[in-house]
């Protein structure tokens, strides 16, 4: 069974950067695709960029390309997402996710929550001065 367990949340002024963690256990490096989402108040989750641990290729959606940076340690079994230039819009609650990799019809769509087949609980993220 897999586990995700994300950490690093925390309260960020604007403008400021904070590090996310996603911890997975029962999880083969390789063998999936990791997401990040996020859930502001009042929204629906939304996704904001994948690591395929296969090949390394990554996907940021508009609203995060160029501020945050996913990226995994195959040792540690972690993804993280690297924050920066944080605005009170991105405050929220950040979820990972794990799709595995298998023979489909159709491509994969990264930013689409029901691609994924194992979630985490969540760490709230909130920006304010």
């Known amino acids: 069974q897999v586990q995700l367990v994300e950490s690093g949340g925390g309260l960020v002024r604007p403008g400021g950067s904070l590090t996310l963690s996603c911890a997975a256990s029962g999880f083969t490096w390789g063998y999936w695709n990791v997401g990040w989402f996020r859930q502001a108040p009042g929204r629906e989750r939304e996704g904001l960029s994948c690591?395929?641990?296969?090949?390394?290729?990554?996907f940021y959606t508009d609203s995060v390309k160029g501020r945050f940076t996913i990226s995994g340690d195959n040792a540690k079994n972690t993804v993280y997402l690297q924050m920066s230039s944080l605005k009170p819009e991105d405050a929220g609650i950040y979820y990972c996710?794990?799709?595995?990799?298998?023979?489909?019809?159709?491509?994969?769509?990264?930013?689409?929550?029901?691609?994924?087949?194992?979630w985490g609980q969540g760490t709230q993220v909130a920006v304010s001065s």
């Open positions: 690591i395929s641990t296969n090949d390394g290729r990554t």
């Open positions: 996710a794990a799709y595995r990799l298998r023979a489909r019809v159709g491509v994969f769509e990264p930013f689409s929550e029901s691609e994924y087949d194992y």
